[in-house]
């Protein structure tokens, strides 16, 4: 099991409300937030999906962002509801792909899509294989619906 595409993909979502932090001076959500709202989606579908990316850490490995892709559609606001969709696209030895959605949880209009490829460290910062149990965990957790 050193490569695994997946489909179909279990999506996890995480919504909130846009903070006045997270936007420029027009009131629009400045670009780099969406960033940490996929942060989020992912934190929160590792959680969902066996385990989190907290213990992945204290098992003295990381997941290092290797490549970020966001394709902006339409503007969110502050004081908006948004929900970001994240996926497991892939999981391999060493890396792995997450996929995004962030739309407007009540009409569905998609604000951004995009996605993040993450390479496996050690503690030395050394590329690592991820363990396993844990690829297969969460290659068995992302194609259940």
């Known amino acids: 099991m050193n490569s695994t595409h997946i489909k179909p993909k279990k ?16 009131g629009i959500v400045h670009h780099a937030s969406y960033i940490v709202w996929l942060e989020e989606g992912r934190s929160q ?14 098992n003295g490995l990381r997941l290092a962002v290797s490549e970020l892709n966001i394709r902006y559609k339409q503007a969110a606001c502050y004081d908006q509801h948004v929900t970001v969709r994240c996926h497991l ?9 997450f996929g995004y959605e962030v739309i407007d949880p009540i009409t569905g209009d998609i604000f951004t899509t995009g996605y993040s490829k993450h390479i496996c460290l050690d503690i030395h910062n050394k590329v690592a ?8 965990m969460w290659s068995q957790a992302a194609a259940s619906t």
């Open 11 to 26: 999506t996890v979502e995480v919504t909130f409300r846009v903070r006045y932090a997270e936007t420029d001076q027009m």
């Open 89 to 97: 696209d892939e999981i391999h030895s060493r890396q792995m792909q």
């Open 129 to 136: 294989r991820i363990p396993t149990e844990w690829r297969a």
């Open 45 to 58: 579908w590792m959680r969902e999906n066996g385990r989190s990316y907290a213990e992945f850490e204290a």
